[in-house]
């Protein structure tokens, strides 16, 4: 979120990744799991290295493939590194608040997925010991009041725990110093980060499909309170707080990459339940099924397992669009939906055509999807989600707009389904969501289909009236 408009909603959701172990080229390694977290944020782009000398960045606007060069990665030595890719969604000025979070006295590099709600505890705090806070927003704050435990001599483990009751709110976070690398995430665990291993060293990712792209092996996940830090000695790790482990669950609806293993469960296999499981609640009396390319295609395939109806792709996304949320105006998105995809009419044409999406939230998608599906003389179109309806916004970090742009928030499902113009309309119910992820619902926070968030968003909340 940018500090001059603290707007809570406006969050980040983002994507980490980070390196220790002699004998590696860290940000080489960094690079190309930052490029395997693209889908995380596509805003910009950022890698800090560090030698045991030094700590040298190099960030900047825009995808991973446009900020880095060679020249830049080869100034990047040293056996550890973190990067960041940056997902913001309020436009403006968001390069200069590319990630990692580094200062001029170069004590520590930062990234940051997530979003504090509230910074209150944390500016109290920089105020109090005469620290500037203007113009920060909540990674920098973080980052300045680590930077001052460690300038005051304390170790880097010892300047967590002291600023980690500050952070009130939601955090997986890298911390890169001169010589050590630590992995922290918030009690809640909303947003995900894993260990792996690779070559001798270490690697902490946002997902752990980046993992595998560097050749590493999934360890485990950091748990949520937990920090672990990998030094010169190893890894050593430290429970900051209980661990009341409550995953975002949108990351298994639309967030994480399809061969991610979020809480033990593969992303693909917990998206074709999610659609099985849409099949037994609605089926519908259809010719073909359609997924909305990329991310409804597993939930599509697992409807049509259950259904015997035959999967075909009438939709084609052109793959070098990104994400549609990132344009921040509605007829922006609204040419971004035309330009990402095209209908291939003769899968159509003449067919009752069932179209599964992942989810609806302010239904600019939904819309002209169908518009585009009956332009192509499908007989009937029938939408349906795979997930429930997206009541409430998020405040965490992963930009699901006001409350008042989230079309669920205003309407029934069937004044929906007539403002999108399909026959039908059908959502996964809220228990047939959790029964998919195989976990206990108290293992998630579910807070923009059920309006609970397990981190206090009181200030968020005033902001948003
Ligand atoms: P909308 O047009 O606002 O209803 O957006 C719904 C579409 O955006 C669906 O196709 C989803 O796959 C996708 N989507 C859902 N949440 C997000 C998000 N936070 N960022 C980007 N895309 C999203």
């Known amino acids: 979120m940018d500090g001059e408009h603290p707007s809570p909603y406006l969050g980040e959701k983002c994507g980490v990744f980070g390196v220790f172990g002699h004998g590696l080229e860290a940000a080489r390694l960094v690079h190309t799991g930052l490029w395997t977290l693209q889908h995380r944020g596509q805003e910009s782009s950022g890698i800090s290295a560090a030698d045991g000398r030094q700590i040298r960045t190099h960030k900047g606007a825009g995808l991973v493939a446009h900020v880095y060069d060679e020249p830049a990665l080869a100034k990047l030595t040293g056996h550890a590194a973190i990067g960041h890719n940056r997902y913001s969604t309020s436009g403006g000025s968001s390069s200069v608040h590319a990630q990692p979070v580094i200062s001029s006295q170069n004590l520590l590099a930062l990234a940051h997925n997530g979003n504090l709600p509230s910074t209150a505890a944390l500016t109290g705090f920089l105020v109090s010991r005469g620290i500037a806070t203007a113009g920060a927003n909540d990674s920098e704050q973080m980052h300045r009041a680590l930077e001052h435990e460690l300038a005051a001599g304390a170790a880097l483990d010892a300047a967590i725990a002291r600023a980690f009751p500050l952070f009130t709110g939601v955090f997986s976070l890298l911390l890169l110093t001169r010589n050590e690398l630590a992995a922290v995430r918030d009690a809640h665990g909303i947003r995900p980060l894993s260990i792996g291993k690779v070559d001798g060293g270490y690697v902490f990712s946002s997902e752990t499909c980046a993992i595998d792209a560097v050749g590493g092996t999934v360890i485990r996940d950091v748990r949520p309170g937990e920090m672990v830090i990998a030094s010169e000695s190893g890894l050593r790790s430290v429970q900051l707080a209980p661990e009341q482990g409550r995953l975002d669950i949108f990351e298994f609806i639309y967030f994480a990459r399809p061969d991610s293993v979020l809480l033990g469960r593969r992303v693909n296999e917990v998206r074709k339940r999610l659609g099985a499981n849409l099949a037994r609640e609605h089926p519908v009396p259809a010719d073909v099924i359609v997924p909305v390319p990329d991310s409804a295609i597993p939930a599509a395939q697992g409807y049509s397992a259950v259904t015997g109806i035959p999967l075909d792709f009438g939709l084609l996304k ?145 902001v948003l009236g």
């Open 318 to 462: 052109n793959r070098y669009i990104h994400r549609t949320f990132i344009r921040p105006a509605q007829n922006l998105r609204e040419s971004g939906v035309r330009l990402k995809l095209n209908p291939i009419p003769e899968v159509l044409r003449d067919r009752r055509v069932a179209v599964i999406d992942d989810s609806i939230v302010r239904g600019t998608t939904a819309r002209r999807i169908v518009a585009m599906i009956r332009a192509c003389q499908a007989r009937e179109v029938h939408f349906l989600v795979s997930s429930p309806p997206v009541r409430f916004p998020d405040y965490y970090g992963i930009d699901t707009p006001k409350r008042e742009e989230l079309v669920a928030a205003r309407m029934g499902v069937e004044e929906i389904r007539d403002a999108i113009g399909a026959d039908s309309l059908a959502y996964l119910s809220y228990e047939g969501m959790i029964e998919s992820t195989g976990l206990p619902e108290s293992k998630f926070s579910t807070s923009c289909f059920s309006g609970v968030y397990p981190v206090p968003v009181a200030a968020a909340q005033e």
